[in-house]
């Protein structure tokens, strides 16, 4: 039998393309090996969108040409966000890599697919695995028409295009009939489906059709972006009982003048009235952001407002990274890259023990209440899941309770998970 090894790093969207060749490979004869070295096919899927991502991905690479030269039968393939249309400037710098394919460039697979001898894709597939997880992604848009100017992923994954409604719910179904209980719609600006559909359907229409599907039972979707936050969507949030009230609403700065030159498109007074208007529709809802610290020019007074922003809106996680140049974006093409590498961090580390100090207290409310819990997975011997809200939730049961939802009284929190008892 067939061996196919597959690594991946990144976003949801990585994952999520992964998955969808793991499922093809296996259908196809395939099993899975967790070492490179003994797979027929091994498919990296790359990201770029740090510095430092692409580091890993190139180190991964490297690695790989030994092993191609001691066994020539091997297939590397590499997709993801490295994989630009200057494919020859790839082939050039990684010889031993057989098969280039963008993010999501099924046709390309496909005829490698078929010249190897295995079935193609069909057009239009979505292929839904014998044994799906509890909780699956669903990509339902790709690319992204934003150009934010330190992004480098509308460049590697094109235009916005938005599936249609109906193969999305098609898919779904199809999951749950399979055991899926949870899905997450994927989207680089999730909240802009529909727009390049014909007949304009959104994401608040998207989520009434899937939430009138029988036995599944949360919906949850990422990432929003603050300019496309409707309060028809707000209100369907509110409104849909399995709509889970969480939203990932990347603020990436606190300043005005640093969101201006990001090209985020509002203002923090306006993303701070939209949150406003969020938690007054949608009581309880957890929040997430991103940030980017030490972008090109940002003084001491500017990350302070990054972090008074989060001291005031508290969210329930945030994701901070330092500021990483990317070839082909405008703020690459016209800032300079002048906050100093020890500056950055430190900036990272602040605000990082600001926002441990704030989900501390956060996830400590939690004590003593009783949360229920969708139990997705087993690790070292406790059941583990996460609430509506996004919280990761450990405890420990003799029951076979997996895809269940349960009911969990807590009794321990940190910043980053919750334990408990069930109740
Ligand atoms: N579409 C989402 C949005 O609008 O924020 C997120 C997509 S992006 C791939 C994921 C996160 O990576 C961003 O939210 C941003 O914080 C971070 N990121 C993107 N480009 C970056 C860069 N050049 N340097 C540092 N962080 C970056
Ligand atoms: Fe990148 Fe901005 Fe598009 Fe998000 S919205 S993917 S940060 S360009």
Redesign the pocket.
């Known amino acids: 039998m067939k061996r196919y090894h597959i690594w991946t790093i990144?976003?949801q969207m990585n994952k999520a393309d992964s998955d969808f060749v793991a499922d093809y490979l296996q259908r196809a004869g395939f099993s899975e090996t967790e070492i490179a070295g003994e797979a027929d096919l091994v498919l990296l899927n790359s990201c770029v969108?740090?510095e430092h991502a692409e580091a890993k991905v190139v180190n991964k690479l490297r690695s790989l040409k030994g092993l191609k030269r001691s066994r020539p039968d091997i297939t590397i393939a590499l997709t993801g966000c490295l994989v630009d249309s200057r494919i020859d400037d790839l082939k050039e710098r990684f010889p031993w890599v057989d098969l280039f394919f963008r993010p999501q460039q099924w046709d390309v697979f496909s005829d490698w697919a078929e010249s190897y001898g295995l079935p193609g894709l069909t057009q239009g597939e979505t292929p839904v695995p014998q044994n799906p997880p509890v909780s699956a992604y669903v990509p339902i848009i790709q690319g992204?028409d934003?150009f934010?100017s330190?992004?480098?992923?509308p460049y590697r994954r094109g235009r916005a295009r938005s599936r249609d409604l109906v193969e999305i719910r098609c898919q779904v179904e199809n999951l749950v009939q399979r055991g899926t209980k949870e899905v997450t719609l994927l989207g680089?600006?999730v909240d802009a489906y529909g727009r390049d559909l014909p007949s304009k359907p959104d994401l608040a229409d998207l989520l009434a059709d899937l939430n009138s599907i029988k036995g599944l039972l949360r919906i949850r979707f990422l990432?929003s972006?603050p300019s496309f936050m409707s309060p028809k969507l707000i209100q369907a949030i509110a409104d849909l009982d399995k709509i889970c009230e969480h939203i990932s609403l990347?603020i990436?700065a606190g300043d005005n003048d640093i969101l201006k030159a990001m090209k985020r498109g509002y203002t923090a007074e306006e993303y701070g009235t939209l949150v406003e208007h969020i938690r007054r529709t949608v009581p309880d809802v957890a929040l997430s952001t991103?940030?980017?610290v030490g972008f090109p020019g940002e003084t001491d007074e500017q990350f302070a407002r990054t972090v008074e922003v989060l001291c005031q809106i508290r969210f329930d996680k945030v994701?901070i990274?330092?500021?990483?140049?990317?070839p082909q974006?405008a703020?690459?093409r016209n800032l300079e890259d002048d906050v100093t590498p020890e500056t950055k961090e430190a900036r990272r580390a602040h605000a990082e023990a600001m926002q441990h100090e704030i989900a501390t207290e956060i996830n400590a409310a939690f004590l003593g209440s009783t949360v229920e819990v969708l139990v997705e997975d087993k690790k070292k011997g406790k059941w583990c899941g996460r609430t509506r809200g996004d919280k990761l939730v450990f405890f420990a049961s003799e029951a076979s309770l997996m895809g269940q939802l349960a009911k969990v009284r807590i009794d321990k929190a940190s910043p980053f998970a919750l334990q408990g008892t069930l109740a």
């Open positions: 990144g976003c969108v740090r992204c934003s934010c330190y992004c480098v992923v680089q600006i990432t972006h990347p990436q991103d940030v980017i994701h990274a330092g500021y990483s140049p990317r974006t703020a690459s």
